[in-house]
């Protein structure tokens, strides 16, 4: 018979196969493997090599094709592939553009002195540098109105329809190593950049071009409108390596392939802020951090309904510190929709309110009778253990009342006079987060003050909560990667504060294993087994 399996056991196991594979799918994209005979036909060498004088040039165009209509905004007369450059030119905008149409860049990269429509060996690229977007809700004071735009106030349908936006950055690399290619083994991802021709007997490859178009971040588009006739293009170059290359390439292609499967535009905006924002090695430790992560959240889940799904006592438990939580949580979640926070951040928090919702039923022991369409919600009743634990928490909670609500009450207050919203909605929400996120650590301390009355940690969900904890030094990274509200990112560390206090609790109450704990369980107790003769 095969050995029983925990299913942490499975799971753990999985990851460690996930992870160990994808460790050789990215080796495989970062390492290419250079030809073993150069002298051999079956060998591409690079252009490069015999170091030619080239030049760079930026066009424009009404169309995504070389068929006239082109305006020259920067050559790069000196071009060298090993010396990094930026360039800021300002480009006039078509009429065609201006009524919110598309405008393309065409990046050559050319013999110097030689036309790029003239050059056989040129290779070029286009990009669009205009894309369709949103535009960002107006902000005003909703007390004074002040900063309301003097013309009519756009519609709903307005507001929903995309428009063209600026893309400020236009970000070019060249591979300048001298790489030898093996033609039995061209990297397919390499192929489409690649352009190749004979030179007697040898096959040349031109230079690898590549506009790298992660580097189009949401912040920095710029909305175009009639009377805009000229805008800012910053023109960064460097060199790349060919595994940099190859990786930018994939990376790109999950970009887009995410916008396929419904993700929107903002959403794939924070996933290219992870690879663009953080250089490789600490790219690589993001994405250990978020397998982890990924890891503890599901162990984190499993064991917090597991705990609670076989409770039946509230003893040493706060409740108030439970209905806190899931209050807490659902208003974050609508702040964070609100906030159109990226999907990373919003599926867990809106998964996490579920669960809180459900864990309020069973603290409160809440029955739902359906009589119809009309619920009828009945609520169980104490016994004398817990309503000891509850005139703790009803304690606690009285002292912390008269510190948290003229602090929060005064921070709505303040918000509403000096800082701008969308709406009255927006302010609200706003508020009540901003309670949450500030003094919503508050809350927790009921629970402290139970276990300092009680004298006892073992009513905790404890597995649960170390996952958590875990998770909770991890959102201390992911706090700077990841973009989000600046108070959701304070809380990160806010929450570390409350986990030493815990940790501090267990090490003063430590508990004792040969206690019944609420279940009927102790720690030492053997299974009986059936007694038999020497």
């Known amino acids: 018979m095969f050995p029983k399996t925990s299913l942490t056991g499975l799971i753990v196991g ?133 900063d309301e735009p003097q013309q009519k106030q756009s519609s709903d349908s307005e507001l929903d329809r995309p428009v063209s936006h600026w893309r400020s950055r236009l970000t070019v690399n060249v591979v300048s190593e001298n790489f030898l290619f093996d033609r039995e083994a061209l990297p397919g991802d390499v192929h489409r950049y690649m352009r190749v021709y004979q030179s007697g007997k040898k096959m040349i490859y031109l230079p690898l071009l590549f506009v790298d178009e992660l580097s189009n971040r949401v912040k920095d588009l710029m909305e175009i409108n009639s009377s805009t006739t000229e805008l800012p293009l910053s023109i960064s170059y460097d060199s790349i390596a060919l595994g940099k290359l190859r990786f930018w390439i994939h990376m790109q292609d999950a970009v887009y392939s995410l916008q396929q499967f419904g993700f929107t535009e903002k959403d ?123 005139e703790y928490d009803t304690l606690a909670m009285k002292y912390l009342s008269y510190l948290l609500y003229p602090l929060c009450i005064g921070g709505a207050v303040y918000a509403l006079v000096f800082v701008k919203y969308k709406s009255w909605y927006s302010w609200i929400i706003n508020s009540l987060v901003n309670g949450v996120y500030a003094f919503g650590f508050l809350f927790m301390l009921p629970q402290l003050f139970v276990n300092y009355k009680l004298k006892s940690v073992a009513h905790l969900p404890w597995k649960a909560f170390m996952y958590k904890a875990f998770n909770t030094f991890i959102d201390d990274i992911f706090a700077f990667i990841i973009t989000m509200p600046t108070s959701h990112r304070l809380a990160c560390f ?40 020497d």
Request: hydrophobic share 40%.
């Open 268 to 390: 794939a905006d924070e996933i290219k802020g992870i690879f663009v924002d953080t250089n490789l090695y600490f790219l690589a430790l993001t994405f250990f951090v978020a397998a982890f992560h990924l890891l503890f959240d599901f162990l984190a889940f499993k064991n917090d309904i597991s705990f609670w799904k076989h409770k039946k006592s509230m003893v040493g438990m706060s409740s108030k510190a439970v209905l806190w939580r899931c209050f807490s949580t659902i208003v974050i979640f609508l702040y964070l929709l609100d906030e159109q926070t990226s999907l990373l951040v919003l599926l867990p928090a809106g998964i996490g309110s579920l669960i809180e919702v459900w864990k309020v039923k069973k603290a409160f022991k809440i029955h739902v009778i359906w009589r119809g369409l009309t619920p009828t919600f009945l609520f169980g009743k104490m016994d004398e253990s817990e309503k000891r634990t509850e």
């Open 494 to 533: 806010r929450d570390d504060v409350v986990f030493l206090v815990y940790l501090y609790q267990r090490w003063l109450y430590p508990v004792d294993k040969t206690r019944v704990n609420e279940y009927g369980v102790s720690y030492d107790e053997k299974p009986k087994g059936k007694s038999h003769k």
């Open 14 to 146: 999985v990851f460690l196969l996930y992870v160990l594979h994808t460790c050789w799918v990215m080796f495989g994209i970062v390492y290419t493997k250079p030809c073993e005979k150069p002298k051999s036909d079956s060998c591409i060498s690079p252009y490069l090599a015999a170091n030619p004088r080239l030049q760079l040039s930026v066009y424009t165009a009404l169309r995504p094709n070389t068929d006239g209509g082109h305006s020259l905004i920067h050559r790069e007369e000196e071009f060298d592939v090993n010396t990094r450059f930026e360039r800021l030119v300002n480009v006039s905008l078509p009429k065609k553009t201006r009524k919110n149409g598309t405008l393309y860049a065409m990046v050559f990269l050319h013999q110097a002195g030689v036309s790029p429509w003239q050059d056989p060996h040129q290779v070029h690229l286009v990009t669009q540098l205009t894309t369709y977007t949103l535009p960002k809700p107006p902000e005003i004071s909703l007390i004074t109105r002040q």
